[in-house]
């Protein structure tokens, strides 16, 4: 007899994700080093074009040290969860949360990347907060590398384009994997990987005028190749470490359509399809795969590789797919076509059938049970969605209430998308809205870009009691948690 789904399995993870470096703050307490996140000014809207650009260069960051440049850097003063997490756990614990993502930052462990010993100081605070997860049975969702960098890594080592960052990077993770081996059972390799190849600082600590002979191509996929071999190693430590550990890979799921059904258009959208894919591809089937032969040759792309590095690819695949997804992307071979703003990836156009939301991305619920289809159909492993929500401008009342109306809709409507996925037949894991507590922005360092269930009382400039407060999607996703997704 078939057996017909009908709904989320009963031990699906509903929680929330976020990243240290949008988060913590404390970016010089208690022995922690510099990250490549520190080095990242907010832009202010007036200055940022239709593409944003997240890379800076060696001689910003030496005036930066030298205390020749004025800018904010948001970033290392996050919220405040540093000093924080109790309260804002709690709050998670009270919207029900079954797992809570969150990032490590290497260089709160080794604040140099590469030291002798880690910082003790660094360990116990990680150790703190997965005690406080542990108190309210949230089972924490780690990244051990969500664009953090260590600094010194960058300035010395030029980042994961150098070999030597491997080794790093694994010691790291032995010392992390080790130290929470009771607390933590699913861990992430990289964040969105496949943003190494759109910003090769932000992905991989990659300084691309340092290699002026080279394209940023050619920069960028060694730098990934390195990741690969890193990742994969990794999670042959965990299994070993941690017995019925799971890893995942996590890639910036990029949905792209052709704009029109000529020939040539969807032939663009499958060749960016399959881009995008080569990193879950890697991760997933423990190769290269063929198609990226052709490109690699066209461009000019050469991914240097040491004996041994094929086998440990294909022997230490990831054990589930996790991604994030917040918008598709529309392309096309013809020019008349509106470019959309906000966009990540160059060359995008605006698809006439979909919203936008305040920042430019176009609002496509559907594409998330397109991508979710693929995933299954091409690897068959379990899914995992660990970032999904809408960035939006919310406005507090007169007294003190948040409605953001706007928020549920995106989210009820990619979650109705998910469960249509699952009756699809596909093996979804869990789910995190991104930021369930408003956090400073990855790409331009704002906290106007809300996203949270969460407000955090805090403008642009730093202005503000850091004070948290519900919105109305508040209530509205400890509803959805509580049905098990049925009552959206």
Same mark, same amino acid.
């Given at each position: 007899?078939?057996?017909?789904?009908?709904?989320?399995?009963?031990?699906?993870?509903?929680?929330?994700?976020?990243?240290?470096?949008?988060?913590?703050?404390?970016?010089?307490?208690?022995?922690?080093?510099?990250?490549?996140?520190?080095?990242?000014?907010?832009?202010?809207?007036?200055?940022?074009?239709?593409?944003?650009?997240?890379?800076?260069?060696?001689?910003?960051?030496?005036?930066?040290?030298?205390?020749?440049?004025?800018?904010?850097?948001?970033?290392?003063?996050?919220?405040?969860?540093?000093?924080?997490?109790?309260?804002?756990?709690?709050?998670?614990?009270?919207?029900?949360?079954?797992?809570?993502?969150?990032?490590?930052?290497?260089?709160?462990?080794?604040?140099?990347?590469?030291?002798?010993?880690?910082?003790?100081?660094?360990?116990?605070?990680?150790?703190?907060?997965?005690?406080?997860?542990?108190?309210?049975? *949230?089972?924490?969702?780690?990244?051990?590398?969500?664009?953090?960098?260590?600094?010194?890594?960058?300035?010395?080592?030029?980042?994961?384009?150098?070999?030597?960052?491997?080794?790093?990077?694994?010691?790291?993770?032995?010392?992390?994997?080790?130290?929470?081996?009771?607390?933590?059972?699913?861990?992430?390799?990289?964040?969105? *990987?496949?943003?190494?190849?759109?910003?090769?600082?932000?992905?991989?600590?990659?300084?691309?005028?340092?290699?002026?002979?080279?394209?940023?191509?050619?920069?960028?996929?060694?730098?990934?190749?390195?990741?690969?071999?890193?990742?994969?190693?990794?999670?042959?430590?965990?299994?070993?470490?941690?017995?019925?550990?799971?890893?995942?890979?996590?890639?910036?799921?990029?949905?792209?359509?052709?704009?029109?059904?000529?020939?040539?258009?969807?032939?663009?959208?499958?060749?960016?399809?399959?881009?995008?894919?080569?990193?879950?591809?890697?991760?997933? %089937?423990?190769?290269?795969?063929?198609?990226?032969?052709?490109?690699?040759?066209?461009?000019?792309?050469?991914?240097?590789?040491?004996?041994?590095?094929?086998?440990?690819?294909?022997?230490?695949?990831?054990?589930?797919?996790?991604?994030?997804?917040?918008?598709?992307?529309?392309?096309?071979?013809?020019?008349?076509?509106?470019?959309?703003?906000?966009?990540?990836?160059?060359?995008?156009?605006?698809?006439?059938?979909?919203?936008?939301?305040?920042?430019?991305?176009?609002?496509?619920? %559907?594409?998330?049970?397109?991508?979710?289809?693929?995933?299954?159909?091409?690897?068959?492993?379990?899914?995992?969605?660990?970032?999904?929500?809408?960035?939006?401008?919310?406005?507090?009342?007169?007294?003190?209430?948040?409605?953001?109306?706007?928020?549920?809709?995106?989210?009820?409507?990619?979650?109705?998308?998910?469960?249509?996925?699952?009756?699809?037949?596909?093996?979804?894991?869990?789910?995190?809205?991104?930021?369930?507590?408003?956090?400073?922005?990855?790409?331009?360092?704002?906290?106007?870009?809300?996203?949270?269930? *969460?407000?955090?009382?805090?403008?642009?400039?730093?202005?503000?009691?850091?004070?948290?407060?519900?919105?109305?999607?508040?209530?509205?996703?400890?509803?959805? *948690?509580?049905?098990?997704?049925?009552?959206?």
């Amino acid at each position: 007899m078939t057996k017909t789904i009908t709904g989320f399995k009963p031990d699906f993870l509903w929680g929330g994700a976020t990243a240290a470096n949008q988060v913590e703050g404390a970016y010089n307490l208690d022995g922690k080093g510099l990250s490549t996140a520190d080095m990242v000014p907010h832009i202010p809207k007036e200055k940022r074009g239709l593409n944003v650009k997240m890379d800076v260069t060696s001689h910003y960051i030496e005036d930066v040290l030298a205390g020749k440049i004025d800018d904010r850097f948001p970033k290392r003063d996050g919220i405040d969860f540093y000093h924080r997490y109790k309260e804002d756990i709690a709050l998670f614990a009270e919207l029900g949360f079954k797992v809570f993502r969150l990032s490590i930052n290497w260089a709160r462990i080794f604040p140099n990347g590469n030291d002798a010993e880690p910082n003790e100081a660094g360990l116990q605070f990680y150790e703190n907060v997965f005690k406080e997860l542990k108190k309210y049975d *949230i089972e924490p969702l780690v990244t051990l590398s969500h664009y953090e960098t260590p600094l010194e890594l960058t300035r010395k080592y030029n980042g994961w384009y150098s070999r030597e960052v491997i080794d790093f990077y694994v010691r790291y993770a032995e010392t992390v994997f080790t130290r929470y081996k009771d607390y933590v059972k699913y861990w992430l390799t990289f964040n969105e *990987i496949n943003v190494i190849t759109h910003s090769p600082y932000t992905g991989g600590g990659v300084l691309i005028d340092r290699l002026p002979e080279k394209t940023s191509d050619q920069i960028a996929y060694q730098a990934a190749h390195h990741q690969f071999v890193a990742s994969a190693l990794v999670t042959k430590l965990a299994h070993e470490i941690i017995p019925g550990s799971q890893v995942g890979c996590m890639l910036a799921r990029m949905q792209t359509y052709p704009v029109t059904n000529h020939p040539d258009d969807v032939l663009k959208a499958q060749h960016m399809n399959d881009l995008n894919l080569f990193f879950t591809d890697v991760h997933a %089937k423990g190769e290269y795969p063929s198609f990226m032969n052709r490109y690699f040759a066209e461009n000019g792309i050469e991914v240097i590789k040491e004996r041994g590095d094929d086998e440990i690819l294909k022997q230490y695949p990831v054990d589930f797919i996790s991604f994030s997804y917040y918008m598709s992307i529309s392309v096309t071979t013809h020019g008349e076509f509106e470019a959309t703003a906000g966009n990540l990836v160059e060359g995008a156009v605006k698809n006439q059938y979909l919203e936008s939301s305040d920042w430019g991305w176009q609002i496509d619920p %559907k594409g998330l049970r397109v991508a979710l289809q693929d995933f299954q159909t091409r690897y068959g492993k379990p899914l995992f969605v660990v970032e999904n929500g809408l960035g939006a401008y919310d406005t507090v009342e007169e007294d003190g209430s948040i409605h953001d109306p706007y928020r549920i809709d995106y989210l009820r409507q990619h979650i109705e998308q998910m469960k249509e996925a699952v009756k699809d037949g596909v093996d979804l894991m869990g789910y995190t809205a991104w930021g369930p507590i408003d956090l400073v922005s990855m790409s331009t360092s704002e906290m106007s870009k809300r996203y949270g269930f *969460i407000y955090v009382d805090q403008d642009d400039d730093g202005n503000g009691t850091l004070n948290r407060s519900k919105k109305d999607s508040f209530a509205w996703y400890q509803k959805v *948690i509580e049905t098990n997704g049925e009552e959206l």
